[in-house]
Every structure is written in structure tokens, then in C-alpha cells.
């Protein structure tokens, strides 16, 4: 299927709402239109067995609408939310500058601030120490893949994220909005390949969870 196939199959479920599901989180959130026309962020075609998932923003959220589509049908199976993930690495130190923290490693930072920075909107605080990090995957992403595609990023250089661990506080950094939608939110989960993969590289993991969205409930009440 195309984009565009893609594109519309989603915008006439949404309209005519032959799930169940769809007409549930119609009731408490919207998708994003830019235009009249339907905003997709990402079409993920990774899957197997012909499945695509389209993951398309909430109105005034962070996290996602996610789209299951069978594309040897062409028809959407089902539909829920996914967090706004960010599975990153960062490393830090109070003696190193920034760019001494970037030649430590052969890999390309995606962000970082040197000691003495200014901090935020006001730039009323100084930063007291040096970061950097590194993400690889910023696009819509479950959990899972993205944790894999950072550790298929950083074992590139695996001394260097060594040296990060062990001389500069290097730690894998994971940060999710989810919607709560009924109050049991779950959580991630980390098998033993992937363990095994951060034990490899001396990793710790380190989570921050945010709640976001209108609950179910609040369509009730």
C-alpha cells in the first residue's frame, strides 16, 4: 500500500468509526489535520506478515494514535496509543568540556551542553558539569525498537561507550509520555538478549514515566 492508500484508509475510519476502539478515543482526543488533510508522523513498514503501523499525533499531546494496518486486506485491525518515547544515551562529567566528551567516542552526538551553560528559558542557572548524548531513533517508535536501534548505534563503538561508562557516568536514559487512559498504564519490558546486550557494554537504564491525555473516565463523569 501507499502513503496515500495508507493515508485514507486511516481518515475514513476515523470518519465513519467502524471500531469500537476508534470511536472510544474519538471521544476524549483528536488527531492532528494541517490543512483539511490528515497529519501522519511516521508509516513504520518494519513488521512482518504485511503489517504497517501509522502513527499519527494527538491534538495538544506528546504521545501518538497508533494505527494497525493489514495491508494484504487493506483494512485497520486495530488502534490504540503509543508514548512519546526517548531511549537515549548520555554521559556526563565535571572536569571534561563537551568537546572532550565528543572525541571520546566516534559516534555522533546528538546533543550536549558544556559546564557553564546556561540552563532554560530564564538562563538564570549555570549547568555544574558537561553532557552529551546520543539518539539515534527520535522518530514513533514502541520501546522495544527503539532500545534496540540505540544498542545497534552504540555498539559502533563499544570502547568508547565503555570509556563513557566507566570514566563519565554513561547510562542509557529513558523517558515516556503515556496516555492514560485507564489508569493501568503497564509498563516496559526488557528481554534477555537485550540484557545481556547492555551487560556487554557495562549499561545501566535509567526510566522517567509521565502521564499525559484525558482519561477514558473523563467521558463518564
Not at 492532528?32 to 513488521?47: A, Q
Not at 493489514?70 to 554521559?91: G, S
Not at 552526538?109 to 549547568?127: H, Q, S
Amino acid at each position: 500500500m501507499s502513503d496515500k492508500e495508507i493515508t485514507d484508509l486511516i481518515d475514513k475510519e476515523l470518519k465513519e468509526k467502524t471500531l469500537g476502539v476508534t470511536e472510544q478515543y474519538l471521544k476524549i482526543h483528536s488527531p492532528v489535520y494541517l490543512d483539511g488533510k490528515l497529519k501522519i508522523e511516521r508509516i513504520d513498514r518494519e513488521k512482518e506478515n504485511g503489517i504497517v503501523i501509522a502513527y499519527l499525533p494527538v491534538d495538544g499531546e506528546v504521545f501518538f494514535f497508533k494505527v494497525y494496518i493489514d495491508t494484504h486486506n487493506k483494512e485497520i485491525f486495530n488502534i490504540n496509543t503509543e508514548p512519546y518515547n526517548r531511549v537515549y544515551f548520555r554521559a556526563s562529567s565535571e572536569t571534561l568540556s563537551l568537546a572532550e566528551l565528543k572525541s571520546m567516542c566516534n559516534l555522533i552526538a546528538t546533543d550536549g551542553r558544556n559546564k557553564g551553560d546556561l540552563k532554560g528559558i530564564t538562563k538564570k542557572a549555570e549547568y555544574k558539569y558537561s553532557y552529551v548524548t546520543y539518539l539515534p531513533n527520535p522518530e514513533p517508535d514502541d520501546f522495544s525498537c527503539k532500545l534496540k536501534k540505540l544498542l545497534d548505534y552504540l555498539e559502533q563503538d563499544k570502547e568508547g561507550i565503555k570509556w563513557f561508562v566507566e570514566e563519565a557516568n554513561g547510562y542509557i536514559q529513558v523517558a515516556m509520555n503515556i496516555h492514560n487512559a485507564n489508569g493501568m498504564i503497564g509498563g516496559p519490558s526488557i528481554n534477555r538478549e537485550t540484557i545481556k546486550r547492555m551487560s556487554d557494554l557495562g549499561l545501566g537504564i535509567d526510566f522517567d514515566l509521565y502521564l499525559e491525555g484525558k482519561s477514558f473516565l473523563d467521558d463518564v463523569l
